[in-house]
């Protein structure tokens, strides 16, 4: 139904005389099948943390056929990308996005990010991780599990990690440069 959906998104935007971008994002957080010693998915390991986003315009300037992307790049790039794509200058806008236009990123190679950072609350806990290519950390940033407003208030305790114990903190940090399978907690 996506193709469907998109062919349709297309024949329209054809018969309008408009321009269009098309951007597909599938993300479910993969599942880990037994890495970690876990079956589950939404962790801070490399299994669940990869994404892909198809990105396509109609006149191909924005996002050259063909161009594969293997970096590191974030869902809070999803926004800004498609305010771009209508016209608003993203890096002038107020107030400033977090993330950036990933047709930037494309047609400049220099703009590559040297880590990302996310948060995470299902499965193993409320945690922070902080990936680069080399090195992969996640620890706890909660004592209590569960979502904001079920197990703990927004906000609640947010300063919780500063005084936690390191057993607490159930801290991860892989060398990705001689365990890329996140096996081996340093």
């Known amino acids: 139904l996506i193709g469907q959906a998109i062919d349709e998104f297309k024949k329209f935007s054809q018969a309008q005389g408009r321009d269009y971008v098309i951007m597909v994002t599938v993300g479910d957080h993969g599942w880990q ?17 990869q994404g892909i986003i198809v990105v396509a315009d ?4 924005r996002f050259p056929k063909g161009v594969v992307y293997s ?11 498609l305010l771009a794509a209508s016209g608003l200058d993203v890096k002038t806008s107020k107030p400033q996005l ?11 190679p220099e703009l590559t990010r040297d880590y990302v950072i ?3 609350n299902a499965i193993i806990g409320p945690r922070a991780y902080l990936r680069s290519k080399d090195f992969a ?7 209590e599990n569960g979502f904001p407003g079920k197990g703990y208030a927004p906000g609640e305790n947010i300063y919780w990690a500063y005084d936690a114990s390191n ?6 940090l892989y060398d990705l440069r001689c365990d890329a399978n996140e ?3 340093i």
């Open 183 to 185: 096996q081996n907690n």
């Open 167 to 172: 057993q607490e903190l159930e801290m991860g």
């Open 118 to 120: 996310g948060e995470l």
């Open 58 to 61: 109609s006149r191909a300037e």
């Open 71 to 81: 970096d590191f790049v974030e869902y809070v790039d999803i926004a800004p990308t």
């Open 33 to 49: 099948l037994g890495e970690q010693g876990i079956e589950a998915k939404f962790s801070p390991w490399n299994t669940s943390n």
């Open 98 to 108: 977090d993330g950036v236009d990933l047709a930037e990123v494309i047609r400049n």
């Open 137 to 143: 950390f996640s620890m706890r940033v909660r004592k």
